[in-house]
């Protein structure tokens, strides 16, 4: 079993491109890189193309995440046509580039009900499907728990869209869970319980789960900032790293700190520490 450990983006160690990215991940020792898109697709096919073979002969595992500007709850018909204009460019992108899953922040109630905004969400991601299937783009959509109360996507919503859609499965952000209040993470048991429900609900996801962490400022409305591990232990990430290590899950852990690859490095060798 086992659990890769990467920044959300390019290494703060290296400069360059993406493909220097990859390069100096497999270089620090980690084995994963999520590829940032959140401001638009920009990378060329031909620059994917060339990412795909270096990134699977250096062993780094690689994701996405689609652009920020993404809602599927709303009402408004050129926001959906957008929304899934960026949702596809960066699965399309992913996949040329030998990725894994991309993730994506569904959307927000602005004033429907949890019902309608599910059922909105929903259609929309089947049609992205849809698209996807007909261009033979092999790629998961990971659904980030957001961190704001206002926005949909809470973990048990994208749980159950994960189980009604094929191409669907949460991305676990588990600062956002903390600041959300959904879950408060303090010790493996709180932990320990999230990976419970996940395995209950969607098997073995848990042998393949795609999750963002690091530590968060916030307020009673959710999340503010995500701030760099040690400074207020909200969620601590030694907990987080006995469970992973005692139970045998595997998948991929990106790490959103400040410090990118420093703070992956940590948690990766508090890992190991936990697994000898």
Known sequence: MVVRFGPAGIPIQCEGNT????????????????????????????????????AKNLNIS???????????????????????????????TTFLAGGIITVFHPGFYQKQSPKEAYERAKKVLKEIE??????????????ENVGKKSAFGSLEENIRLSQELEMVEPC??????????????KDETDYQRIFNLL?????????????HFSEIEYSEKGERNHLVLGTNNEPPFKP???VLAENGYSGTVICETPKLDIDAIKMMKEYEKRKR
């Not at 849809?130 to 659904?143: E, T």
């Not at 676990?172 to 993470?185: P, S």
């Open 172 to 185: 676990i952000d588990f600062a956002h869970l903390h600041a959300r209040g959904d879950f408060k993470l």
């Open 199 to 211: 395995e209950k609900e969607l098997g073995d996801y848990v042998k393949r789960f795609h999750c």
């Open 240 to 242: 987080f790293m006995k």
């Open 130 to 143: 849809s698209q996807l299937k007909q261009n033979n783009i092999q790629v998961r959509l990971g659904a």
């Open 19 to 54: 493909l220097d990215g990859i390069k100096c991940c497999a270089d620090l020792g980690l084995g994963a890189m999520e590829m940032e898109f959140v401001h638009g697709v920009r990378m060329k096919d031909d620059s994917a193309t060339i990412i795909e073979p270096i």
């Open 62 to 92: 690689l994701s996405s995440h689609a652009p920020y500007y993404i809602n599927l709850c709303s009402k408004e018909k050129q926001k959906i046509t957008n929304s899934k204009r960026h949702i596809f460019q960066a699965a399309r």
